[in-house]
């Protein structure tokens, strides 16, 4: 079993936050908002760190 890379993870994770429909956007705004901030701050993280 391969295991996946962080970066495919992050951008997997990425691609289902866009993809979710707006009216679980505008029930869960707070949290969404938390999550993508996290995620990009270890995202430039990551290629700070290149």
């Given amino acids: 079993m ?3 890379s ?3 993870w992050l ?3 990425d691609a289902v ?9 505008a029930q869960h705004a707070e949290r ?3 999550i993508r901030d996290i995620l990009g701050l270890v995202m430039m ?3 700070l760190n290149r």
């Fill in 32 to 34: 969404l908002r938390l």
């Fill in 11 to 13: 951008t997997t994770l």
């Fill in 17 to 25: 936050l866009d993809a979710l429909p707006d009216t679980f956007e």
């Fill in 2 to 4: 391969s295991q996946v």
């Fill in 45 to 47: 993280v990551r290629q």
């Fill in 6 to 8: 962080v970066d495919e």
